[in-house]
C-alpha cells in the first residue's frame, strides 16, 4: 500500500548564506511511502497500519525546531523518521525551496530509499 503526505508546508532556517539564517523560509514536503499494508486491510485497525499521523507530527516537529544548511540534510532526516516504522518497505521524499532561484518557482531534492 502507498501512503501519501502531499504539499506539507514548513517555515524553518535553511541555507548557506548569513542572510539565510536569520529568518525562517518556507519549505514543500512530498512524502510517499510504500508499506506492507494487508494486516490492516484484514483488521481495518489502526493498530495494524501505518499512523501517517503520527509520522506528520514526527516530520513537523524535526523541521520546525532544526537548523539547516541544505535541503539534503531535511529529506534525509525525514527519511530517517519514515525508517523508524519496520513496516515501512520504501519511501521517496521530496522537499522543495520555493523561490530559491531568480526565474524558477522552487527548486527541489528528492531522496528516495528501500528497506
Known sequence: MIIKIENLR????????DWEKENRQD?????TIDFDGRKAAESDSIDDT???KAINKKIISFVETNDFNLLEGV????????FEYPVVKWASVKVEKPGALRFADSVSVTE???R
Do not use: F, P, Q, S
Open 75 to 82: 529529506a534525509g532526516g525525514i527519511c530517517d523518521i519514515v
Open 50 to 52: 501505518l499512523d501517517y
Open 10 to 17: 514548513l517555515r524553518t532556517i535553511i541555507g548557506i548564506y
Open 112 to 114: 528516495a530509499r528501500e
Open 27 to 31: 519549505l514543500v514536503i512530498n512524502v
